[in-house]
């Protein structure tokens, strides 16, 4: 192999590397979130935007050192599926935290929780 190759992929390399530190940081913080947070939606918030970061910057270590055009492909697919459907679950989650009556700890301006109506199921 020519040099330059060879410098593409070490450069390849140390992205993957660097990529796997960033997510490693971010699901210790989502950890020490789910840990210190005590309110259920603040853990729910704190676990799933890091937690999606963290699982983020894995798919794109993965599709930075993937051997072929194939397989970045499928990696490219999985980082769509895991962009849509994270979020999606987690206001899943949280709707039915909420339906189930479960408040949060800090309240609107008035200091009453705000209940949905009986019948409000627009979400």
Same mark, same amino acid.
């Given at each position: 192999? @020519? ?44 676990? @799933? ?18 051997? @072929? ?30 339906? @189930? ?23």
């Amino acid at each position: 192999m @020519s040099q330059a190759a060879d410098a593409i992929n070490l450069a390849r390399d140390l992205a993957g590397v660097a990529l796997c530190a960033v997510a490693a940081v971010f699901a210790v913080a989502g950890t020490l979130g789910m840990l210190l947070q005590k309110d259920p939606y603040t853990r729910l918030q704190a676990s @799933s935007l890091v937690g999606t970061t963290a699982a983020f910057s894995v798919l794109l270590a993965a599709l930075v050192t993937a051997p @072929s055009a194939a397989i970045a492909a499928r990696v490219v697919v999985i980082i769509a599926f895991f962009l849509i459907s994270n979020p999606t679950t987690t206001h899943i989650i949280a709707k039915y935290a909420w339906n @189930s009556g479960i408040t949060p700890r800090a309240t609107p301006r008035d200091g009453k929780p705000e209940k949905p109506e009986a019948g409000d199921d627009d979400d």
